[in-house]
């Protein structure tokens, strides 16, 4: 079962996804996602809230702060999100293997430090808990997700023979992959600073960043991009002057992508020093109806197009927004063959380009919100996790609570009290096609306490 091993510890790395850009700019508070405003609570993950809340969008210098403010943190600090939730998390593999039954914490805190009045020089943070790359939740009951990899009926059910094989081929000719899936930890109570970057706006059209911070994602999601709760480490520089250059923010972003098994910034500041991600960016919000974004990547010599799209359509008065987003994956990767290992010759692997798109329709009424979308992603998504093995053995880099293949997905969330939000969501993958994935259906559900507006209840201390 050696084999069937080293899979399931490769999908360490399936959701290498790479947490929402944290910006010391104010979000663009965009009409037709005004009713996301009323989601569960910003800052978590897609499988906690709906996708779409949990954007942010920074399209502008930070404001002047006000003379009088009612916070008594307010000149220092910029609380964005500070929570704690518990949930319930059950999903199936390909082959209906049960790959989580299990509670799960995830404590979050992020914002910003501000070093002048205007906010205009700032240290951004996010810490959480977590101890890998694609996952900020822990588990505390239950087998871990390793323990389950290594079950001998896991391989019997998620593999056929000619993917077995495959997968045996990507071990020895990918041992940098083999050796990192060895680091998954599912289980615990880690909670470590993942994003410290150095925010400054010298000039009111210009923002420029350093450090370890979240992905730029416009206004796409976790589903056709990278997972919340990933990182990089390197420089942004942001341009927002709508006047010259039509677009609300325009940008550009050179950073290593990598150590998934090291969400603890401490332990990776040489990442700083290295370089494999390079984008270009822009977004706008057109008129009070709609705003879209679009973005060019290379990744580690993989060429990538995205766009979307937000439309209001709350006068409808069937659904307040309806988001679109797709993306185009322009080249062919090929990775090497062996000439020599223990199974014989391993010959050399072509991943062809592909394109994928995802749609969904949210509706808020009072204290319920929620969303219905539809989302078809391809089968070599997991391409952008840089390796051989995570490649064969579909661990992608989007949101793990979505991965590959068509699927079907709903979030709903109701306010119980200030600062208690119940939330589910449920997806299920639909079609005829077989792709490997370890969330062929999925549920979570559980309750997010807000912190900071539990706090805030009496006097205003964020």
């Given at each position: 079962?050696?084999?069937?091993?080293?899979?399931?510890?490769?999908?360490?790395?399936?959701?290498?996804?790479?947490?929402?850009?944290?910006?010391?700019?104010?979000?663009?508070?965009?009409?037709?996602?005004?009713?996301?405003?009323?989601?569960?609570?910003?800052?978590?993950?897609?499988?906690?809230?709906?996708?779409?809340?949990?954007?942010?969008?920074?399209?502008?210098?930070?404001?002047?702060?006000?003379?009088?403010?009612?916070?008594?943190?307010?000149?220092?600090?910029?609380?964005?999100?500070?929570?704690?939730?518990?949930?319930y998390r059950n999903a199936y593999s390909v082959g209906d293997y049960r790959?989580?039954?299990?509670?799960?914490?995830?404590?979050?805190?992020?914002?910003?430090?501000?070093?002048?009045?205007?906010?205009?020089?700032?240290?951004?943070?996010?810490?959480?808990?977590?101890?890998?790359?694609?996952?900020?939740?822990?588990?505390?009951t239950g087998e871990s997700f390793l323990a389950r990899l290594s079950d001998p009926?896991?391989?019997?059910?998620?593999?056929?023979?000619?993917?077995?094989?495959?997968?045996?081929?990507?071990?020895?000719?990918?041992?940098?992959?083999?050796?990192?899936?060895?680091?998954?930890?599912?289980?615990?109570?880690?909670?470590?600073?993942?994003?410290?970057?150095?925010?400054?706006?010298?000039?009111?059209?210009?923002?420029?960043?350093?450090?370890?911070?979240?992905?730029?994602?416009?206004?796409?999601?976790?589903?056709?991009?990278?997972?919340?709760?990933?990182?990089?480490?390197?420089?942004?520089?942001?341009?927002?002057?709508?006047?010259?250059?039509?677009?609300?923010?325009?940008?550009?972003?050179?950073?290593?992508?990598?150590?998934?098994?090291?969400?603890?910034?401490?332990?990776?500041?040489?990442?700083?020093?290295?370089?494999?991600?390079?984008?270009?960016?822009?977004?706008?919000?057109?008129?009070?109806?709609?705003?879209?974004?679009?973005?060019?990547?290379?990744?580690?010599?993989?060429?990538?197009?995205?766009?979307?799209?937000?439309?209001?359509?709350?006068?409808?008065?069937?659904?307040?927004?309806?988001?679109?987003?797709?993306?185009?994956?322009?080249?062919?990767?090929?990775?090497?063959?062996?000439?020599?290992?223990?199974?014989?010759?391993?010959?050399?692997?072509?991943?062809?380009?592909?394109?994928?798109?995802?749609?969904?329709?949210?509706?808020?009424?009072?204290?319920?919100?929620?969303?219905?979308?539809?989302?078809?992603?391809?089968?070599?998504?997991?391409?952008?996790?840089?390796?051989?093995?995570?490649?064969?053995?579909?661990?992608?880099?989007?949101?793990?609570?979505?991965?590959?293949?068509?699927?079907?997905?709903?979030?709903?969330?109701?306010?119980?009290?200030?600062?208690?939000?119940?939330?589910?969501?449920?997806?299920?993958?639909?079609?005829?096609?077989?792709?490997?994935?370890?969330?062929?259906?999925?549920?979570?559900?559980?309750?997010?306490?807000?912190?900071?507006?539990?706090?805030?209840?009496?006097?205003?201390?964020?």
């Amino acid at each position: 079962m050696k084999f069937s091993r080293m899979l399931l510890q490769a999908a360490t790395g399936i959701g290498l996804a790479i947490s929402a850009a944290l910006i010391a700019q104010q979000p663009l508070h965009l009409v037709a996602t005004a009713p996301l405003a009323n989601a569960a609570t910003a800052g978590l993950d897609s499988s906690v809230t709906s996708p779409a809340s949990v954007v942010s969008v920074p399209a502008s210098a930070p404001a002047p702060a006000a003379k009088n403010s009612s916070s008594l943190t307010a000149r220092w600090l910029d609380l964005k999100t500070f929570s704690h939730t518990e949930r319930y998390r059950n999903a199936y593999s390909v082959g209906d293997y049960r790959m989580f039954d299990n509670a799960q914490q995830r404590s979050l805190i992020e914002g910003k430090i501000k070093l002048d009045p205007q906010g205009r020089y700032a240290i951004g943070f996010r810490a959480s808990s977590g101890g890998y790359f694609n996952w900020a939740f822990g588990s505390y009951t239950g087998e871990s997700f390793l323990a389950r990899l290594s079950d001998p009926a896991f391989a019997l059910k998620y593999c056929t023979p000619a993917e077995y094989y495959a997968l045996a081929q990507a071990e020895f000719a990918d041992p940098a992959g083999s050796v990192l899936s060895q680091a998954l930890v599912s289980n615990g109570w880690h909670f470590y600073m993942r994003e410290l970057y150095f925010s400054a706006t010298p000039v009111k059209p210009v923002t420029v960043e350093f450090g370890s911070f979240g992905f730029e994602r416009g206004l796409s999601t976790e589903i056709t991009t990278f997972d919340e709760d990933g990182y990089l480490s390197g420089e942004r520089i942001r341009f927002h002057d709508p006047k010259h250059l039509f677009f609300d923010e325009v940008g550009f972003t050179n950073a290593y992508f990598g150590d998934i098994a090291t969400p603890n910034l401490f332990d990776r500041g040489s990442s700083l020093t290295k370089f494999n991600y390079r984008q270009a960016f822009a977004k706008k919000q057109l008129n009070k109806w709609l705003g879209f974004s679009g973005e060019y990547t290379w990744q580690t010599g993989i060429d990538t197009l995205r766009e979307a799209a937000v439309i209001a359509t709350k006068e409808s008065r069937v659904v307040d927004s309806v988001r679109v987003e797709a993306y185009h994956r322009l080249n062919t990767i090929t990775y090497p063959g062996v000439a020599q290992s223990p199974i014989g010759p391993i010959p050399a692997v072509a991943v062809p380009g592909a394109s994928g798109f995802a749609v969904a329709a949210e509706k808020s009424l009072g204290r319920m919100s929620g969303d219905l979308g539809y989302a078809s992603v391809d089968q070599h998504y997991s391409v952008y996790s840089d390796g051989r093995l995570f490649e064969a053995g579909s661990f992608p880099l989007n949101g793990d609570a979505y991965g590959q293949g068509n699927r079907i997905f709903a979030h709903a969330s109701y306010k119980i009290a200030p600062g208690v939000t119940a939330f589910g969501f449920y997806t299920h993958e639909v079609g005829s096609d077989r792709v490997l994935t370890f969330n062929q259906q999925g549920l979570n559900a559980g309750v997010t306490f807000d912190l900071k507006a539990m706090v805030n209840t009496g006097k205003k201390v964020f």
